[in-house]
């Protein structure tokens, strides 16, 4: 995955969110399933990884740098859940995510090719700034396709 292909990705995914603004509350609050998350909980699980990406990794992509392991899934989980939930409008929801893209794209202007390419450890786990870009293109798709599906929209490739 390019440098190119990174930026089309978060402004193709910007259209998205802005398009969960038109949801009625019965559909940003629809579970995904049984027993599963809503949609609001799965935007804001969007929001906390996002926001931890920005704080947490992205300004300690050096060469060889070793950061520390990821923190426990679950907690950062729940505590998402529980702000879509019981803390946040779907607005405020929405605002904060696309700000937090916002600074994404700020940062990817001002990247280069090469800087994909920056290779460092998470714990013991080697991967590029290129590959975790990666991962977390996968994950906002694969969370995409679960809320189209449950809104019934044309699901995302």
């Known amino acids: 995955m390019d440098l190119e292909q990174i930026k089309k990705h978060y402004t193709e995914f910007d259209i998205w969110i802005q398009s969960l603004r038109n949801l009625d509350a019965s559909e940003w609050l629809m579970p995904l399933g049984e027993g599963k998350w809503t949609v609001a909980a799965v935007v804001s699980?969007?929001?906390?990884?996002?926001?931890?990406?920005?704080?947490?990794?992205?300004?300690?992509?050096?060469?060889?740098?070793?950061?520390?392991?990821?923190?426990?899934?679950?907690?950062?989980?729940?505590k998402a859940r529980e702000y879509a939930e019981n803390n946040a409008t779907k607005d405020q929801i929405l605002d904060e995510l696309l700000e937090v893209r916002q600074e994404f794209h700020g940062m990817l202007e001002h990247m280069n090719q090469d800087?994909?390419?920056v290779s460092f450890k998470i714990s013991d786990h080697q991967m590029t700034t290129g590959a975790y870009?990666?991962?977390?293109?996968?994950?906002?798709?694969?969370?995409?396709?679960?809320?189209?599906?449950?809104l019934g929209w044309a699901v995302a490739n």
């Open 133 to 150: 870009f990666a991962d977390f293109i996968w994950h906002d798709l694969h969370h995409q396709k679960q809320v189209d599906a449950v």
């Open 45 to 78: 699980h969007l929001l906390f990884w996002d926001k931890f990406s920005l704080e947490e990794r992205f300004p300690y992509f050096k060469e060889d740098a070793v950061l520390p392991s990821f923190p426990d899934f679950q907690e950062i989980n729940d």
């Open 115 to 117: 800087a994909l390419a």
